[in-house]
């Protein structure tokens, strides 16, 4: 058995091709697709980077396992506290399944260091750092590790190796000399110069005036993405770069499998490619982002490739969670599922004998506070976002989007459409209620309280007063006393006791 990972940093699925983009920005990709499994409808149950991960990692949703956010307590694994032995007893971490399985585990990933999530390389063989760069790494910076790994090792047998790029993830960074493929292909039919004039009004970080997060600088070694975005130029700019990266990656994911095609071993070798979570090119005003509990930030690419057992070219379209991959492999390797997951296995699913069975989750609560802090429910055509810390993006408190009619949530229907907003509401309520009744030993609280306790999402922390300063300045100080009223605390000094 061997098992090849490509762990793909901000890869949204509906930019590669076997998913339906209009632009080649795929090939090497593709072609995996064409020989497994593509999953429509899967999801980060937490997202972004570090929540999305540990759910991967764990089987567990964010609301378990304690990461939910990108600092703070809420970025740190919840410890076993006084049920912890000798060593920490957690061995069902996914590398640890498929070590137990009989299956040498080697990663080459940059995400531990990135992060300080040590965690991330429990129950590996081998780790990989080879760059350094803590995520900024292109994907040269990693691929001559993996290629002399695969000329080292690929004829054993047994082994699962994890590959982890980074290059769709802002700021976009393939090299220069690369080019650019699609300076001469459209770019996606709804960013319509009326679009781009609503979106040029919204504040908030990331914005279409705010690319780099809370102002439009722009830096000498990333010439790829722009500082703002105020007409076509600027924003072909913006989609060539992170549609460059994801093909700069895929060419790199092409040598990987022509590696392992002359060592004579692609035949029988499992595939599967995912990302830890989408990115904002537009939706909800935001550009070369995931930080909302959205459609585009939650869903994700799954592709599965296991000659013999996944039927080729099959397209499963049932609501899927990334924490439901170390229960599946689990179960198609023969082990036994371990208590703690939330994950449900979709073996059925990928091997083609689910017929007559649900396909996939009812509804699915997927979580995001690092950013904003927001909980949505997936769920039929809906896609329900609920908020309670805005991100100083002023949305409202409900939106509801039907992403079958409107992918790129341009029409929030939450006005029109209380009951469905009730339903979702009921929903969040059941799955709410049955995560509280199961928490760890020791733990009674729900983390995206922790965070909100703590001042906030990570990221916006702090950042309010000189943000509402440079709205006054760009033209866009109509927002700011809203802004004021709702984040009125960060504008008081802190109490003394």
């Excluded at 076509?232 to 460059?244: A, E, F, N, P």
């Excluded at 699913?349 to 007559?356: C, E, N, P, R």
């Excluded at 809203?482 to 960060?490: D, G, I, Q, S, T």
Aim: proline fraction near 6%; charged fraction near 25%.
């Amino acid at each position: 058995m061997r098992i090849l990972m490509l762990d793909i940093d901000t890869l949204r699925p509906d930019h590669l091709g076997c998913y339906g983009y209009h632009r080649d920005t795929s090939p090497h990709i593709d072609s995996v697709a064409a020989e497994g499994v593509r999953f429509d409808q899967y999801f980060c149950s937490d997202a972004p980077c570090l929540p999305s991960r540990a759910a991967l990692w764990t089987g567990q949703f964010g609301i378990h396992t304690g990461v939910v956010g990108h600092g703070g307590t809420a970025a740190d694994m919840r410890l076993e506290g006084a049920n912890r032995a000798f060593r920490d007893p957690r061995l069902d971490y996914l590398p640890g399944v498929l070590r137990k399985a009989g299956l040498r585990t080697v990663t080459v990933s940059p995400f531990a260091e990135r992060h300080d999530a040590w965690w991330f390389y429990k129950q590996f063989n081998e780790v990989h750092n080879p760059a350094g760069k803590c995520g900024n790494e292109s994907a040269e910076d990693l691929t001559p590790t993996v290629l002399k790994w695969i000329e080292d090792n690929a004829d054993q047998d047994n082994w699962f190796l994890h590959v982890n790029y980074w290059d769709p993830h802002t700021v976009y960074r393939a090299p220069a000399e690369f080019g650019n493929p699609f300076a001469d292909e459209p770019l996606p039919k709804w960013l319509t110069d009326d679009v781009l004039a609503q979106h040029l009004r919204k504040v908030g970080p990331h914005g279409a005036c705010e690319i780099n997060m809370w102002d439009d600088r722009t830096f000498e070694r990333f010439p790829r993405q722009p500082g703002r975005i105020t007409d076509r130029q600027s924003l072909r700019m913006m989609i060539d770069g992170y549609d460059c990266g994801i093909r700069y990656c895929d060419e790199h994911v092409g040598r990987l499998i022509n590696a392992l095609k002359a060592k004579n071993v692609y035949d029988d070798l499992v595939v599967i490619i995912t990302s830890d979570h989408g990115e904002n090119q537009g939706e909800l005003g935001i550009y070369g982002e995931h930080g909302t509990s959205d459609y585009a930030t939650h869903r994700i690419p799954m592709i599965i490739r296991w000659p013999g057992r996944a039927k080729a070219g099959r397209v499963d379209e049932g609501i899927r969670l990334n924490l439901d991959l170390a229960p599946t492999l689990a179960e198609m390797l023969g082990r036994e599922a371990a208590p703690r997951w939330d994950g449900r296995s979709y073996a059925a699913a990928l091997t083609g004998k689910a017929a007559g069975q649900p396909a996939g989750r009812d509804f699915a609560v997927l979580s995001q506070c690092c950013h904003v802090c927001q909980r949505s429910v997936r769920f039929g055509p809906w896609h329900y976002i609920r908020t309670y810390h805005d991100g100083y993006h002023l949305f409202p408190k409900e939106m509801l989007f039907n992403i079958f009619e409107d992918p790129h949530e341009q029409k929030n229907l939450a006005g029109d459409r209380e009951d469905v907003c009730r339903e979702a509401v009921w929903r969040l309520t059941e799955w709410h209620d049955t995560m509280m009744a199961t928490q760890p030993q020791g733990y009674a609280v729900d983390p995206l309280w922790t965070v909100m306790a703590e001042g906030g999402p990570f990221h916006a922390r702090g950042m309010l007063p000189s943000y509402c300063e440079r709205l006054e300045q760009t033209g866009r100080g109509h927002a700011v006393d809203e802004l004021k009223r709702r984040h009125a605390r960060e504008f008081k000094p802190p109490r003394l006791w």
